[in-house]
């Protein structure tokens, strides 16, 4: 055999030994460890997915509060620099100066900042961006990555963050959320809590679950896509649909800022309920450094209108006189001493005085004008076991149910606390100390019948597919007194504002009843009250009838030097305020109700032919006004509008003419024309119609572009005109 094939053969050998050496120590002894990286390979990591967290509505499904995800920005400087050496035409400080452009354009993070992270030595290392990129935005840098071929972009989750459309709006009672990371740093899992208000009370429907998925990665750090491998999908937090109505928020919220200001008040409390399903339409606890504070420091301050506790004044006098009208102890009119009332317990004496000397008041007019050495004689008469156990029922004392965070239960002593004179001093309400909500809460069974409802601030829960997951009804905690006595005391209540210490509050063509209370504010942990400091408040309803709205104002300490802190001047007003500026809302029928409420609508009897004499005995029998047109007084009644057998409201007059038809035409051409609603408001086309004699369909909302009846048409009392908003 040749020499140089020995050779070769015997060098082959020697590499060939070599090789299997080499390949035996790399998968038997593993020499260079590669087992650990070879099981990371193929044993999957799990990555947490974090859920969005759910939004909050109010009544109609207007937003309120949603979340927005968050970002941190890498980018693989490594990646960026082995591109460039593989060919690429534009050098690695080029495509840094490109990243730089498309992150700034497309965020709020600045250019030259991006600039120095990227150029920071050592460039092959991966270097940190921003961690602002909310998820439009990275889908926008992701998209612009892609078209300019750049590599190296690593996003990850960073936060979620709440977004408010309507800023300030509600925010003492949505409150607001902090995040926590538990686990190492490269595997953590995020979750959202509610600190208070709403996002505290659902924190848990709200925060939706965390789920995960398998992940294998190759060597360039690229998710390979295994069919094998497992996931659990995050769970949406669930929605909230609160019993909020946005636009009566706004009004409170903005009538309570302007009443801050002119009254000079250190707080401003407002509550709007529904009085016979107890659902809160607005809710408002204001301090007078609102405009100076960010709404973040408000969203995590204390929902006063729930906590904030003080005596409610001669608000609690109505109760009393519940009472004594269930008992039969006074008719409305029975007249009582209402001079000072001098009272001796125990070697203790005590005078209870009014502002405004009365000789003697009726019983109706002890509420209307709030007397309390009146209400100081009439509880007496009821006594402390009775009284007590009706504040007890009414709420005071303990939480509503309402389920709303921070909710505070209120002062109330059991009844073996009393003093010698808790009797006297509760029935115009000292010695106790309650909430606005509280306060509205009791009001809400004076308006609807005698029902303590359980208040609610959730409507319904929703999944992401916005199916109803739970539904909260109205709740009667308990029934209270019957409905004679409560309709009489709501005459006594509209008296308050008809004559008494509230008119300030009265409105045309719409009932309110309520009651005013000015009380002194107790010292802090002692006995007695501060000087020149008053809580200023007005309960009530509307309308009286058919009550829709309960609420309550307060002032906590409005000006004292002039005269603010009286209910009257402060809390009265911005009660009107509000009021106006609910009923006129589109959606708003009350005074079309109320209007309607108060429509006779009978038959117009046929007079035609008939001597005027008799006629006009005719009309009297059946009490209906009149008016006569023409000349000749002792004729017949040639004609009648409206005509005979139609509708109308007993209410207006019958027009009688007796001379000729055009003359009566004439004159109610007015009165029984079609008026021209299109280009109007809903709100407004209402109104027009109610003071004509045509009933309104209505489709849709908004303007009205058309209506059925042409404007000018002769119309009659029972006349349906349809029309058409957008």
């Known amino acids: 055999m040749n020499t140089r094939i020995k050779y070769f053969i015997g060098f082959n050998i020697i590499l060939i030994l070599i090789w299997i050496g080499y390949l035996f120590s790399i998968q038997i002894l593993d020499a260079h460890k590669l087992k650990a990286t070879v099981q990371i390979r193929q044993n999957p990591s799990k990555e947490i997915l974090i859920p969005n967290r759910g939004n909050i509505y109010d009544r109609e499904g207007k937003l309120l509060v949603s979340s927005v995800k968050y970002y941190q920005l890498d980018v693989d ?19 840094f100066k490109k990243i730089a452009n498309i992150i700034s354009e497309n965020s709020v993070a600045k250019k030259k900042f991006l600039l120095k992270r990227l150029n920071k030595e050592p460039h092959y290392s991966s270097v940190y961006l921003t961690t ?3 998820e439009n935005q990275l889908h926008l840098i992701k998209r612009e990555f892609i078209k300019e071929n750049i590599k190296g972009l690593v996003a990850t989750f960073s936060n979620i963050k709440r977004t408010y459309p309507h800023d300030k709006l509600g925010a003492n009672f949505l ?5 926590s990371k538990r686990g190492n740093s490269d595997n953590s899992i995020y979750t959202t809590i509610g600190k208070n208000g709403i996002e505290a009370t659902y924190n848990k429907q709200l925060c939706g679950e965390v789920g995960w998925r398998e992940t294998i990665y190759d060597a360039n750090n690229r998710i390979i896509p295994l069919l094998f491998l497992k996931e659990k999908a995050a769970k949406r937090g669930k929605s909230i649909y609160l019993t909020i109505d946005m636009e009566i928020q706004e009004i409170l919220e903005e009538k309570l800022i302007l009443g801050l200001k002119e009254y000079k008040a250190k707080n401003a409390i407002g509550i709007v309920m529904e009085p016979f399903t107890g659902e809160i339409l607005a809710m408002a606890g204001l301090s007078k450094d609102h405009k100076r504070r960010s709404a973040k420091e408000l969203r995590s301050a204390t929902n006063i209108a729930a906590s904030f506790m003080f005596e409610p004044g001669s608000t609690l006098k109505p109760i009393t006189a519940l009472l004594a ?13 209402c001079t000072d009332y001098h009272l001796e317990y125990e070697q203790e004496e005590r005078v209870i005085k009014d502002d405004h000397k009365y000789r003697t008041l009726s019983f109706k007019d002890i509420i209307a004008y709030s007397s309390n050495v009146g209400i100081s004689r009439i509880v007496e008469k009821i006594g402390s076991k009775v009284l007590y156990e009706r504040m007890i029922a009414m709420g005071f004392g303990h939480k509503t149910g309402s389920n709303i965070s921070g909710e505070a239960t209120g002062i109330f002593r059991k009844l073996k606390d009393w003093q010698g004179f808790s009797l006297h001093s509760i029935s115009f309400g000292q010695e106790i100390s309650v909430s606005a909500l509280q306060l509205a809460n009791a009001y809400c ?5 005698g029902k303590v409802m359980q208040p609610h601030l959730v409507k319904e829960i929703r999944d992401k597919n916005n199916k109803i997951i739970t539904s909260y009804k109205p709740k009667v905690m308990r029934k209270i007194s019957d409905k004679r006595s409560l309709d009489t005391l709501k005459v006594f209540l509209k008296g308050v504002v008809d004559y008494g210490t509230a008119t300030g509050t009265k409105l045309e063509h719409l009932t309110i009843a309520g009651k005013t209370g000015t009380s002194e504010k107790a010292i802090s942990g002692k006995i007695g009250y501060e000087e020149e400091k008053y809580t200023s408040i007005f309960a009530g309803f509307f309308p009286v009838n058919k009550p829709e709205y309960v609420m309550v104002i ?4 409005a000006d004292y030097k002039s005269y603010s802190y009286y209910a009257s001047l402060s809390a009265v007003p911005t009660f009107r305020d509000v009021v106006k500026k609910i009923v006129n809302l589109p959606d708003t029928d009350v005074i079309a109700n109320v209007k309607e409420d108060n429509k006779k609508f009978v038959f117009a009897p046929d007079v035609t032919g008939l001597q005027l004499e008799k006629a006009i005995k005719t009309l009297k029998k059946e009490g209906i006004n009149f008016i006569v047109t023409g000349e000749n007084k002792t004729g017949k009644i040639m004609d009648q509008y409206p005509k005979p057998n139609t509708s109308f409201d007993k209410n207006e007059k019958i027009i009688l003419n007796l001379d000729n038809k055009q003359d009566a035409e004439q004159l109610n051409v007015d009165a029984y024309a079609m008026p021209d609603l299109v280009g109007l408001s809903l709100r407004k ?3 027009i119609s109610n003071r004509s004699s045509v009933k309104l369909v209505i489709r849709g909302n908004g303007i009205i572009s058309a209506q059925s009846i042409k404007p000018g048409s002769n119309i009659k009392f029972g006349d349906i005109c349809t029309v058409t908003a957008k």
Do not use: Q, T, W
């Open 325 to 337: 009208l269930e008992k039969d102890i006074y008719e409305p009119s029975d007249i009582i001493d």
């Open 77 to 95: 400087r490594r990646a960026i620099i082995d591109d460039c050496k593989r060919g690429s035409e534009i050098p690695s400080k080029e495509v």
């Open 445 to 449: 069974s004076l308006a609807n019948g």
């Open 685 to 687: 086309a209402i109104a």
């Open 132 to 134: 602002d990129i909310s």
């Open 554 to 557: 307060v002032y906590d300490e």
């Open 175 to 179: 409150g607001i959320i902090d995040d």
